[in-house]
């Protein structure tokens, strides 16, 4: 029990454990995604996620090559796009609230039936 | 020491708050939850010594990212109103293949990591040399993703604005 405190107390953090928590953290983000019906819960999936795989891209970066900053960009780059993806997928939800008055994943199709299927008899209809 | 026991702290954070996250009943509160993930996250990159980083974290997940899902969670929901969680017969197959996805990752893990560890000496991280990467144009220097991520806001900007704006 001490050899197991005094080695987790002394020398650098080992590599493993930021994978670990990275790891958990992921499928914490695949389990929201597949389970929850709300769109926000699925961008909120989408966004832990992301931040795994960030943390991944550090982590290696810093560890393996200290010297490069291949993965520290990467990351940089990934919060940038994460950051567009969401501002386009929450204007998307409150135009589709507009619409549906939910956010529910299970009424979206009904966004593909709008009422102009129902107006184009009318259309038709008009020039006779 | 105090850096292992403030990283294990912020690992416990993770954790925890990422589960309670995608479990909880109301939205609010998992967008709460996942602020003290992505803070936690940004800790974790300070423990690594990559203190622009950690900067970019806060400024931009926690600051404008947060503020965004808010915005949307106040816009769509209405106070207080619980979010039902789905049926276990519907939960199930996610719960199993998330756990399934952990072991089998965990697997690899445990029996490959040793093999890339290596110690990391403490360092420091030169701010000119960073910029002169980020803006750079030679090898391993990032100009164009840089204004490439440039156009990519720009569209985006445009497309959101084109998306939410009311139709006359």
């Known amino acids: 029990m001490g050899e197991i405190l005094t080695n987790l107390f002394s020398g650098a953090i080992p590599l493993d454990a930021y994978i670990a928590v990275s790891l958990v953290m992921f499928f914490a983000g695949i389990y929201g995604f597949m389970s929850r019906k709300s769109l926000l819960m699925v961008l909120i999936s989408i966004e832990l996620i992301l931040n795994a795989t960030d943390v991944n891209f550090v982590v290696f970066n810093r560890y393996l090559y200290p010297e490069h900053f291949e993965g520290f960009f990467f990351a940089l780059f990934t919060i940038a796009v994460s950051a567009c993806e969401t501002a386009v997928a929450i204007a998307i939800v409150i135009n589709i609230y507009r619409n549906l008055n939910n956010v529910n994943v299970d009424s979206l199709d009904k966004l593909s039936e709008p009422e102009e299927q129902e107006k184009l008899p009318e259309n038709q209809q008009t020039p006779n | ?168």
Not at chain 2, 85 to 111: H, K
């Open chain 2, 1 to 168: 020491m105090a850096e292992h026991i403030i990283f294990y702290i912020l690992s416990a954070i993770i954790v925890v708050f990422s589960i309670m996250a995608v479990t909880s009943k109301r939205l609010i509160r998992s967008a709460t939850y996942l602020l003290f993930v992505l803070l936690a996250i940004a800790g974790w990159y300070l423990i690594l010594d990559y203190e622009y980083l950690f900067a970019v974290q806060t400024a931009v997940y926690a600051g404008g990212i947060m503020v965004l899902f808010i915005f949307a969670i106040l816009l769509t929901q209405k106070p207080g109103e619980k979010v039902p969680v789905e049926p276990m017969s519907q939960r199930i197959w996610a719960i199993v293949l998330s756990l399934a996805g952990v072991l089998f990752c965990g697997t690899i893990i445990y029996q490959n990591i040793t093999r890339v560890y290596k110690l990391s000496q403490h360092f420091e991280i030169d701010t000119h040399l960073l910029g002169k990467t980020l803006m750079g144009t030679d090898k391993f220097q990032y100009l164009l993703p840089f204004e490439a991520i440039s156009v990519l806001l720009l569209a985006c900007i445009v497309g959101a604005i084109m998306i939410a704006r009311k139709r006359s």
